[in-house]
């Protein structure tokens, strides 16, 4: 089955720190996945997916099959990251549909 | 484009009472998809949707749980009899088709079971 792992429930660091939240994830297919991002009292929006290779408010994130891990990273950080991180698998079902798995989420705090 | 618009945002229901969470999709959005989260827990997957059609409802309790995606009107999460265990954070995502990715999220809603 498929499973999302974030060890971290909360990461504190301080403001022009390097960040990096952890994901690890399961599955036996060929994995497309996401970070998603809720800041206090708004929704939960996409920051990026791996296919896209981008980088979004200095946030990268790189696939590693090998190690089955899709880190975010960010080299310096700035107040405005604080908030919830869910690192997302998108996965088909025998059903026709595409689920997105959630890990549990990693609460950045970034000290001033 | 307002986006995902989920009401109530609080729900506050004594047990044995009937929930009903409502989801409008993203203009122009036609695929509809529901995820409870229960506190300290990731987001987890319920039911997919299209206008008039449930295509996957694996991630659904069997028993006491509903959902409907009418041709006209916004999705509908129903909770009958609620139990405190139901007491989560409801969130409704949308696309415009199936392969269409991402998922797009409302804001929730938090209900709360007496």
């Known amino acids: 089955a498929q499973r999302v792992t974030q060890p971290e429930k909360l990461l504190s660091v301080f403001k022009g720190a390097p960040v990096e939240l952890k994901c690890n994830y399961s599955y036996s297919g060929s994995p497309e996945l996401f970070w998603y991002v809720q800041y206090s009292r708004q929704r939960l929006q996409l920051l990026l997916r791996h296919i896209s290779r981008e980088s979004i408010k200095g946030f990268t994130a790189d696939l590693n099959k090998g190690e089955t891990s899709f880190h975010l990273k960010k080299p310096f950080a700035q107040e405005e990251d604080s908030a919830m991180y869910y690192c997302?698998?998108?996965?088909?079902?025998?059903?026709?549909?595409?689920?997105?798995?959630f890990g549990k989420g990693t609460k950045l705090s970034v000290i001033p | 484009n307002a986006g995902v618009m989920q009401n109530p945002r609080h729900l506050v229901r004594r047990r044995g009472q009937e929930a009903r969470l409502r989801c409008s999709p993203m203009k122009g959005h036609s695929h509809v998809y529901w995820y409870r989260q229960l506190p300290e827990e990731g987001l987890k997957f319920m039911v997919y949707l299209q206008k008039e059609n449930i295509i996957d409802e694996s991630g659904m309790p069997k028993e006491r749980f509903s959902a409907e995606f009418p041709k006209e009107g916004p999705s509908i999460l129903r909770i009958q009899q609620v139990v405190r265990g139901d007491s989560a954070a409801y969130f409704c995502?949308?696309?415009?088709?199936?392969?269409?990715?991402?998922?797009?999220f409302g804001d929730g809603t938090r209900l709360s079971i007496l």
């Open positions: 995502a949308s696309s415009p088709d199936r392969d269409s990715q991402p998922q797009h």
């Open positions: 997302a698998l998108l996965r088909g079902s025998g059903a026709g549909s595409y689920q997105l798995t």
